[in-house]
């Protein structure tokens, strides 16, 4: 019988050909799309978004309380790389003072 490429880059061959098997898809209704006005809706889900009916001071708050944990955030990650370097510089010196000892220790 005769084989066939699935790819010209993976050089694998295959014994069927490959326009002859159909592979299934994970989701066979298709792709999803939006519903128009005239369409009928799921029961229960509203196409309204819930930050809609927050009310403005929750809202005010759950920003604020937001904006202050990516503060938090950014702080802790700047502190990290502060002590990151700090000990980088240390590891260098160290590596440094040791191959100055290592030198003076050859020549004599």
């Keep these: 019988g ?15 050909h490959p326009g002859e098997r159909h592979i299934s898809s994970k989701r ?12 009928d809706e799921e029961p229960g889900v509203s196409p309204l978004d819930v930050e809609d009916f927050e009310d403005p001071a929750d809202k005010a708050e759950r920003l604020r309380q937001e904006a202050e944990e990516a503060e938090a955030a950014e702080a802790a ?3 990290m790389v502060r002590q990151q370097r700090a000990a980088k510089r240390a590891l260098l ?3 440094d003072k040791e191959k100055q000892e290592d ?6």
Excluded: I, L, V
């Design 28 to 39: 066979p209704e298709g792709p999803r799309r939006r519903k128009t006005e005239g369409e």
């Design 2 to 16: 005769a084989y066939f490429y699935a790819r010209p880059a993976t050089k694998r061959t295959q014994a069927e």
């Design 93 to 95: 010196k160290e590596a």
């Design 77 to 79: 990650r700047q502190e």
């Design 103 to 108: 030198e003076e220790g050859s020549e004599e």
